[in-house]
């Protein structure tokens, strides 16, 4: 029985040393995976947008699947074309991205992510001398450029949590700061339906004048199949308001729009935007706007309906007892039948506009009506003076194609 002792510690001693042998191989083949993956995933995203990429640490647990990133910087060079040049300046900073990812895909390399949470991510959109550091980023996006090799990626949902959007020059203020931006992407099985909705709590506009704070952002869709289906685009800034919903469906070679907008526009709080200046309390713009509108076709001969009413209107220290436009718009026509303006002491202003904006034959026939009363003692006529003219327009370059070739890259095929 003595002599059994000693055979069942050195028994145990194996096992032990097996289990430690075990426990070095996983992680080595763990931190062996996660190295793998940091280099190849820089190398995809260096290779299809030509930016520069740091990944400060990857930690895999490959019992659960789980993946974490910590410390990813997407920099782009400040170039004012297409060729990059200049310093880099980063657009994209990830404090943590976690989720899972397939274990099989490891072996091939072809990473498929389950799902990825990016928390508290900030784009920075940086411009300066009229170098900026987006535009290379967004070039190569539209165009779709892809890397073609191992180190691909494919993910399936992702969310998005506490973002921040700041847009602004160099060293200064930020002049647009979009913030507390939340949202996710939810695909099918077969990854030909996304659900999509965002969200954002804050969003800030800086001029020379003033801030304008809009404290309400959402989106909400469904991207299927090369068609945006029950979208809706929302703003607030309590007490105005301003949404457009439908759908944009793509069928053969073009998106056929079907899109409807309503809103109600407190001037007060656009005034900054416009120049509006505050003295004593009072604001050179006041008022309630009210607009609804359509557009509905094919993307290249759409056609839209526009109404807009105000009642009470103050613009430029101008009092205005009433202000109507209705107007019907497409990409080459824009016909404004009647834009009525009564001011508070009666006079009326009443103009009509006829444009051509196709790159043949670009003008517009402007006729303007003016009624104004007459003081007591000269007369209760009024009187009208009418002014007619053509206004020559300068062509506009054919951008068509660029949307297209962007309409393309974030719908998907279509349905053809």
């Given amino acids: 029985m003595l002599e059994n002792e000693p055979r069942g510690r050195a028994r145990w001693v194996f096992v032990v040393l097996g289990l430690l042998v075990v426990f070095g191989v996983v992680l080595e083949i763990r931190a062996s995976f996660e190295r793998m993956l940091r280099h190849d995933l820089v190398r995809a995203i260096e290779s299809a947008f030509h930016g520069r990429v740091t990944i400060d640490s990857v930690r895999l647990n490959p019992f659960l699947g789980t993946v974490t990133f910590r410390k990813i910087q997407v920099a782009f060079p400040m170039s004012s074309g297409p060729s990059p040049s200049g310093d880099f300046r980063p657009l994209f900073t990830f404090p943590e991205v976690d989720g899972h990812v397939s274990l099989f895909s490891l072996l091939n390399r072809v990473y498929d992510f389950e799902d990825l949470t990016f928390r508290n991510p900030l784009v920075t959109a ?7 550091n987006y535009r290379k980023f967004l070039e190569e996006w539209r165009h779709g450029n892809q890397f073609s090799g191992e180190g691909g990626a494919i993910v399936r949902s992702f969310r998005v949590t506490g973002a921040r959007i700041e847009w602004g020059s160099g060293g200064q203020k930020p002049e647009a700061v979009l913030s507390g931006l939340e949202g996710s ?20 506009v800086r001029s020379e004048n003033g801030t304008v704070t809009i404290d309400g952002i959402s989106f909400r869709g469904v991207f299927e199949k090369g068609s945006l289906r029950d979208f809706k685009f929302s703003l607030s800034m309590k007490p105005s308001w301003f949404w457009v919903k439908g759908n944009v469906t793509r069928i053969q070679d073009a998106p056929f729009l079907d899109l409807f907008f309503h809103g109600r526009l407190e001037l007060r709080g656009l005034s900054p935007l416009f120049g509006g200046t505050e003295t004593s309390g009072e604001t050179s713009m006041s008022g309630t706007i009210h607009t609804d509108g359509y557009v509905h076709g094919p993307a290249d001969r759409w056609n839209g309906n526009l109404l807009v009413t105000g009642q009470d209107l103050t613009v430029s220290g101008k009092r205005y007892r009433s202000v109507s436009m209705k107007a019907r718009f497409s990409p080459d026509r824009l016909h404004v039948d009647p834009l009525s303006m009564i001011r508070s002491q009666g006079e009326t202003m009443t103009a009509r506009v006829l444009a051509d904006l196709s790159n043949a034959h670009p003008g517009a026939r402007i006729r303007v009506s003016k009624t104004t009363h007459m003081p007591e003692g000269l007369g209760e006529s009024p009187v009208q003076v009418t002014v007619a003219r053509t206004i020559r327009l300068p062509r506009r370059s054919t951008t068509f194609g660029e949307w297209m070739e962007l309409f393309e890259r974030i719908m998907g095929p279509s349905l053809s």
């Fill in 126 to 132: 940086s411009f300066d001398d009229g170098r900026d």
């Fill in 185 to 204: 992407v939810d695909s099918n099985l077969l990854m030909n339906r996304f659900r999509t909705r965002f969200s954002s709590q804050r969003f800030m």
